[in-house]
């Protein structure tokens, strides 16, 4: 059975303080990795799509790489306009396109 | 980047009635859409895929007599709550396929009184 898994739930940094969320990930074949961002009460944002290990994509203060089990999202010196609820979502090869299947999320919270 | 709009942000409702929300692809055509549902302090969880032109496909457990999805153009989907009860009170939310990325809309939250 397919599983994304997200550490940590929630992270409370202090600006400038560069952390890591972690998507780990089991799929019968992968299509592609994404990552969202979600503030309270929206629809989620686009961030990244991955398709290959070894993949990275930058985009600001982030940073997302991907290995055969796992996806990083780095966020270097973040800001208080970064706190947002992170998704991360898998695509199954063997799934239509765009059926995706999420994690839990890791609200991050960057205090001044 | 693409624009998926959905309407309405917020709808109250009372037990039994049924509710209609619209998703619409601003700057593209959708063939596919994709309806979210998300309760508090959860992840979205699929809900069904909505076809240009014919049935939609539920995931397993959603009930498709309940959720009525109809998505007659290229641009629109409907997802509608028939005789909607307190516990199908959640965020709903769509997305839409734009080339290899996938949009979503800025959620509504059914609350059933």
């Known amino acids: 059975e397919d599983q994304v898994t997200q550490s940590p739930e929630a992270l409370r940094l202090q600006e400038g303080e560069s952390s890591s969320l972690n998507c780990s990930y089991t799929v019968s074949g992968l299509r592609g990795l994404f990552w969202y961002r979600q503030d309270p009460g929206k629809g989620p944002e686009f961030l990244f799509t991955?398709?290959?290990a070894g993949e990275e994509k930058e985009k600001e203060r982030l940073k997302a790489t991907l290995t055969k089990k796992e996806s990083f999202l780095h966020i270097t010196a973040p800001k208080p306009e970064d706190s947002a609820t992170y998704l991360c979502?898998?695509?199954?090869?063997?799934?239509?396109?765009?059926?995706?299947?999420f994690g839990a999320g890791t609200q991050v919270v960057v205090t001044p | 980047g693409a624009v998926v709009s959905q309407h309405p942000s917020r709808v109250i409702c009372k037990s039994g009635t049924s509710v209609k929300i619209e998703c619409r692809s601003l700057?593209?055509?959708?063939?596919?859409m994709f309806w979210y549902r998300q309760f508090p302090k959860q992840s979205l969880m699929l809900m069904a895929t909505s076809n240009e032109g014919s049935k939609a496909t539920y995931e397993q457990g959603v009930e498709k007599d309940k959720f009525l999805i109809n998505h007659a153009s290229l641009t629109l989907s409907t997802l509608t709550v028939t005789s909607a009860h307190p516990e199908d009170s959640s965020f709903y939310i769509c997305?839409?396929?734009?080339?290899?990325?996938?949009?979503f809309g800025s959620g509504t939250q059914l609350s059933v009184l």
């Open positions: 997305s839409a396929r734009d080339m290899e990325r996938l949009f």
């Open positions: 979502a898998v695509q199954a090869s063997t799934d239509s396109w765009g059926k995706l299947q």
């Open positions: 700057d593209f055509q959708a063939t596919t």
């Open positions: 991955l398709y290959s």
